[in-house]
């Protein structure tokens, strides 16, 4: 239906838990970002892999029809919200398509919704320089999971400065 659970990474106890979503090659630096999450900041994760926004937003609009037409009715739920309705944390997810592409879920995903993505031109000569240009690769998407928490929290910001320092990403590009 276009999103399945891939794995869960756990941590401690009282680890904040985040969700976060890839589709396409990026879905390896989403897992490689759950990992660093882990390992560099005690934060668990539930990593989804996403293999169509489309078909996501499709079913959300259907459920958004049927419910306007039964309004006496039970309201459907579209799969992504029927996924994430009892999963803790921000959502973030990355990909290599234009941001526009994986948000046509965010009506349905009632967390915190941060996408990353390759809006613009190429500007590079490796997948790893693109990512990066993008920011769209594991560091990143690092950052955007510690920003959610922190904007949920105001005294994790520290972690967000701290991630941006330890792997040496240029904040003022």
């Not at 990992?35 to 259907?62: C, P, V």
């Not at 398509?97 to 046509?104: G, L, N, T």
């Not at 769209?136 to 904007?151: F, K, Y």
Request: glycine share 6%; proline share 4%.
């Amino acid at each position: 239906k276009g999103l399945y659970l891939l794995r869960q990474v756990d941590a401690g106890k009282k680890s904040p838990r985040v969700q976060l979503m890839g589709s396409g090659t990026i879905l390896r630096e989403v897992i490689a970002a759950a990992d660093l999450l882990k390992n560099d900041f005690d934060i668990a994760s539930d990593i989804w892999s996403a293999t169509s926004f489309t078909e996501l937003g499709r079913d959300g609009m259907a459920c958004e029809r049927w419910n306007r037409m039964h309004p006496e009715a039970a309201p459907r739920l579209p799969f992504v919200a029927q996924c994430l309705e009892k999963r803790a944390g921000p959502v973030i997810v990355a990909t290599d398509y234009m941001r526009a592409f994986p948000d046509q879920i965010r009506p349905y995903v009632s967390q915190r919704f941060v996408t990353l993505g390759t809006d613009g031109f190429g500007r590079s000569d490796t997948r790893a320089n693109l990512r990066e240009f993008f920011e769209v690769n594991r560091h990143h998407v690092v950052i955007a999971t510690l920003s959610a928490l922190a904007a949920e929290c105001t005294k994790k910001k520290k972690k967000v400065s701290e991630a941006i320092k330890k792997y040496g990403v240029n904040a003022e590009k």
